[in-house]
């Protein structure tokens, strides 16, 4: 069993930059891969980007890539979403989640066993 928490959303104006965390309950965080997903509202969950055990494979949306970036400190239980270039449509709560580190890294949140409750971002035009 995760817990996962997130924190860090927040307003920032267009072009502005947040980072999001997320903080993992338990002695097992290492073995899961991360991911992080979005969902404004009206709109299905989407895929973000997700993170290898190590950090070493990472794999992006094409909406997100070059601006955004997933970190993990497996020492500190937390992985870590660096959002640079924030544009309007960025706009949407924010989803980390935990996968058992099975075969290829995943981009469907029905591939996740575990999630965190959401953190906000509003991004002003």
């Known amino acids: 069993q995760v817990q996962l928490v997130e924190s860090g959303g927040g307003l920032v104006q267009a072009g502005g930059s947040l980072r999001l965390s997320c903080a993992a309950s338990?002695?097992?965080?290492?073995?899961?891969?991360m991911g992080w997903f979005r969902q404004a509202p009206g709109k299905e969950r989407e895929f973000v980007a997700a993170?290898?055990?190590?950090?070493?494979?990472?794999t992006y949306a094409n909406s997100v890539k070059g601006r955004f970036t997933i970190s993990r400190d497996n020492a500190k239980n937390t992985v870590y979403l660096q959002m640079n270039s924030l544009k309007p449509e960025d706009m949407a709560v924010y989803y980390c989640?935990?996968?058992?580190?099975?075969?290829?890294?995943?981009?469907?949140?029905?591939?996740?066993?575990?999630w965190g409750q959401g953190t906000q971002v509003t991004v002003s035009s």
């Open positions: 989640a935990a996968d058992r580190a099975i075969g290829a890294l995943k981009i469907t949140p029905r591939e996740y066993d575990y």
């Open positions: 338990g002695r097992t965080f290492s073995s899961y891969y």
């Open positions: 993170i290898s055990l190590t950090g070493r494979s990472t």
